[in-house]
Structure formats: structure tokens, C-alpha cells
């Protein structure tokens, strides 16, 4: 009788713990292996929360990211001007790269996303 509860003892400890494990991934009948917010573009790409009453920024114009980008310039790259903007699709959105020109005649980029983030992109070669 003692060695029959110590073995089912063990293989109960072994269930528990395997269960826990199992739980800690995220797997199951009902759970997916993905937790809130590990795919997709954020609150404004799911309709549930769009109907909760949480909705997205409305994205910038061209004309709002040309004054963001010259603001940038102003700010970090003095003497840059921007050339010109030119939008193009990122993240099923619309984003702007803006190119400016320096005073030596050197071009730099940056990307403009759709709710008004600027990022430098580098050097532009054409």
C-alpha cells in the first residue's frame, strides 16, 4: 500500500506540474498562444474597441507632415530644407518620407508615420 501511494503521489506532482506548464504557454481548448496586443496595428485596427468607445488618432495630412518635418529640421538638422514629401503605404496606413536638402548639397530622409512620429531614415542617393 506505501509503495502504491508514493508512486501515485509522483505521478500526481508530475500532472500538477506539467499543467501548470502547460497553462504558463498559454495553450488549452480555449486558449490561444498569443496574448492582447502580440499582433496587429493597435486599438484602432479592431472594430471591438472601436465600439467600446476607443478610437484611433485620425492620421495627418500631407501638408501636417511637411510642417513636421520642417520642424525637425529646424530643430536637429539646421540649414536642412525640405524638398519635397511623398506618401507612401506602411502599416495599411498612410505614411509620408520626406527628403531635405543641406546646405552642402547632401540629401536626408525621414519617415513620417500616420499619427505624426518622426523618425530619420538616412541618407538619400538618387
Same mark, same amino acid.
Given at each position: 500500500?506505501? &509503495? !502504491?501511494?508514493?508512486?501515485? !503521489?509522483?505521478?500526481?506532482?508530475?500532472?500538477?506540474?506539467?499543467?501548470?506548464?502547460?497553462?504558463?504557454? %498559454?495553450?488549452? +481548448?480555449?486558449?490561444?498562444?498569443?496574448?492582447? @496586443?502580440?499582433?496587429?496595428?493597435?486599438? @484602432?485596427?479592431?472594430?471591438?474597441? $472601436?465600439? *467600446?468607445?476607443?478610437? *484611433?488618432?485620425?492620421?495627418?495630412?500631407?501638408?501636417?507632415?511637411? @510642417?513636421? $518635418?520642417?520642424?525637425?529640421?529646424?530643430?536637429?538638422?539646421? %540649414? !536642412?530644407?525640405?524638398?519635397?514629401?511623398?506618401?507612401?503605404?506602411? +502599416? &495599411?496606413?498612410?505614411?509620408?518620407?520626406?527628403?531635405?536638402?543641406?546646405?552642402? %548639397?547632401? +540629401?536626408?530622409?525621414?519617415?513620417?508615420?500616420?499619427?505624426?512620429?518622426?523618425?530619420?531614415?538616412?541618407?538619400?542617393? &538618387?
Amino acid at each position: 500500500m506505501k &509503495r !502504491f501511494l508514493s508512486v501515485a !503521489f509522483g505521478v500526481a506532482v508530475v500532472t500538477v506540474l506539467a499543467g501548470v506548464a502547460f497553462a504558463q504557454m %498559454g495553450g488549452g +481548448m480555449m486558449g490561444g498562444g498569443m496574448g492582447p @496586443g502580440m499582433m496587429g496595428g493597435g486599438p @484602432g485596427d479592431c472594430p471591438g474597441m $472601436a465600439a *467600446a468607445g476607443q478610437t *484611433a488618432a485620425p492620421e495627418i495630412t500631407e501638408e501636417k507632415a511637411k @510642417g513636421l $518635418a520642417e520642424e525637425y529640421a529646424k530643430q536637429y538638422l539646421p %540649414g !536642412f530644407t525640405v524638398e519635397r514629401v511623398l506618401p507612401f503605404t506602411g +502599416m &495599411r496606413r498612410t505614411m509620408y518620407q520626406a527628403e531635405l536638402k543641406g546646405p552642402a %548639397g547632401e +540629401m536626408r530622409a525621414l519617415h513620417i508615420n500616420p499619427w505624426g512620429n518622426v523618425m530619420p531614415h538616412g541618407t538619400v542617393t &538618387r
